[in-house]
Nanobody
Framework: QVQLVQSGGGLVQPGGHLTLTCASSGFALDDYAVGWFRQAPGKEREFVGSIRWKGAATTNIADSLKGRFTISRDSDKRTIYLQINTLAPEDTAVYYC????????????????WGQGTQVTVSS
């Protein structure tokens, strides 16, 4: 069965950085993209970025987040990382990884499996 298990997150000071981890199992990664979304209180789930697993592992980062957010992978570990730099209070949200067969999708609706989510809180 499909499993996406997240780790990382926590309380971070403004200007700091952290890396979130999404460990995957139970499906053929080459057939999917793995994405990161975040959901702040009172807001809809927001696309952060995604990575296609096959070949060159093309990444797609939301325009407003480029330069601070980076997605990478460890193929041997079937693990996807989200590195967030220069954290700001507006980055506070629950962050989710998910899986989609629509390799270019930026819509949460197109993701059929999700990790459990992890809280990122940016505060001094």
């Amino acid at each position: 069965q499909v499993q996406l298990v997240q780790s990382g997150g926590g309380l971070v000071q403004p200007g700091g950085h952290l890396t979130l981890t999404c460990a995957s199992s139970g499906f053929a990664l080459d057939d999917y993209a793995v994405g990161w979304f975040r959901q702040a209180p009172g807001k809809e789930r927001e696309f952060v970025g995604s990575i296609r697993w096959k070949g060159a592992a093309t990444t797609n980062i939301a325009d407003s987040l480029k330069g601070r957010f980076t997605i990478s992978r460890d193929s041997d570990k079937r693990t996807i990382y989200l590195q967030i730099n220069t954290l700001a209070p507006e980055d506070t949200a629950v962050y989710y990884c998910g899986r989609t067969s629509d390799l270019w999708s930026k819509s949460a609706h197109d993701y059929d499996s999700w990790g459990q989510g992890t809280q990122v809180t940016v505060s001094s």
